[in-house]
Every structure is written in C-alpha cells, then in structure tokens.
C-alpha cells in the first residue's frame, strides 16, 4: 500500500516562502503523475501543480511564477517550492498521484482531483501577517 506523507506546512508572513516535502513509501512516485492540490477554506479543492511522467510541468494560474514542483528519485519525495506566497494561498495542501496517460498535455487534465488515486493527509499552509 503506497503511502504518502506531507510536510512542511506551517504559519508564513505574505512575501515568505514554504517547501513543502511529499514521501512516498510503499511503492515509486516514477510510475505516475504526481501533484500537489489545495484546499482552501470553504472552497473545493484544486489543482496547484503537477509534474506528468515525462517531466512536464503544470500550474494554475495563480501560482505560475511563484511555484514550483520538483521530485528527488532516490528519496522517492515530491516537493513543492512556494515563493511570494500570499494570503490566498492559505489552506491544506495533498499530496496526490494518479495514473495520467502521456498523451494528456492539457493543465486541466493533470490539475483535476478526480483523477488523482492516492492522497496524503495534507499539511496545512497559513498565510497571514
């Protein structure tokens, strides 16, 4: 049973920045399509950012330019760099994988929580001043 476990959530000031450390146990991040999603309070929960099996790399539009979604294959740990972070950045940020087919090349596919299989518990990210 892969597991995934997030961290590096926390309290930040508007402008500060978090990484956030996603580790897979169980089973390889190499075979999937691996994100991170947010939910904000009162809000669904949505696609932030994901990396495709070839490597590409998808943002939504509010955090292009801020963030930024890196994997470490020998620590099998997906991470999430966030800069210029602002207070609607605040929520609880998954971890996720999914099984996306390279023919997809489209941000809404890969940014889409219902396609995502597996989830970590969240860690929660506080923008505030």
Not at 14 to 40: E, H, I, K, N
Not at 55 to 76: A, C, H, L, P, Q
Not at 114 to 127: A, H, I, P, Q, R
């Amino acid at each position: 049973q892969l597991q995934l476990v997030e961290s590096g959530g926390g309290l930040v000031q508007p402008g500060g920045s978090l990484t956030l450390s996603c580790v897979a146990s169980g089973g390889s991040l190499d075979y999937y399509a691996t994100g991170w999603f947010r939910q904000a309070p009162g809000k669904a929960r949505e696609g932030i950012s994901c990396l495709s099996l070839d490597g590409n790399e998808y943002y939504t539009d509010s955090v292009k330019g801020r963030f930024s979604i890196s994997r470490d294959n020998n620590k099998n740990t997906l991470y999430l760099q966030m800069n210029s972070l602002k207070p609607e950045d605040t929520g609880v940020y998954y971890c996720a994988l999914g099984f996306i087919s390279r023919a997809a090349t489209d941000a809404a596919t890969y940014l889409d929580p219902d396609v995502m299989e597996s989830w970590g518990k969240g860690t929660l990210v506080t923008v505030s001043s």
